[in-house]
């Protein structure tokens, strides 16, 4: 597929799996997807201000509406993902998502590696989110199909 049409198909599916989603949104949807296609073979790491440079909104605070929908199953264009520095390697180490939302659904947060308890405060310092593509994105833009 070409990139307006991988961006025409999501489009799609988000409206109809929204009864009615605001303009500001889903055109912030469609910014983020034409980023996405632009670049799906050259990055795989996407972090919230590459998303919102991306997405054009101009309140920060939607953002969080719009990766709702690039997140989610049924969408399945974005996968959240989370790393955190690992001072031993002195290299930063993916941490198992489940994981991570574990530790925010029981509000009781420890350091992934070493253990020791976190605050809240804390655990938002040293756990760091970004985004990938998921496969069923990468799979629009297969060589000789579709």
Do not use: Q, W
């Not at 500001?24 to 795989?44: G, M, S």
């Amino acid at each position: 597929m070409n990139n307006h049409k991988v961006t025409t198909k999501y489009i799609k599916e988000i409206e109809s799996k929204a009864n009615s989603i605001p303009v500001c949104i889903l055109l912030a949807c469609k910014n983020i997807l034409d980023y996405l296609c632009e670049y799906v073979f050259e990055t795989d790491y996407y972090t919230y201000d590459i998303l919102l440079e991306a997405s054009k909104l101009k309140n920060e605070n939607l953002l969080k509406d719009v990766i709702f929908y690039l997140t989610d199953s049924d969408i399945n264009v974005l996968i959240y993902k989370f790393e955190i520095y690992d001072e031993d390697s002195e290299s930063m180490i993916s941490v198992d998502s489940a994981r991570i939302f574990r530790f925010y659904i029981s509000k009781k947060f420890c350091h992934p590696l070493y253990g020791n308890e976190l605050t809240f405060e804390e655990f938002n310092n040293e756990v760091i989110p970004f985004f990938s593509t998921s496969e069923n994105f990468k799979s629009c833009f297969n060589v000789g199909g579709k």
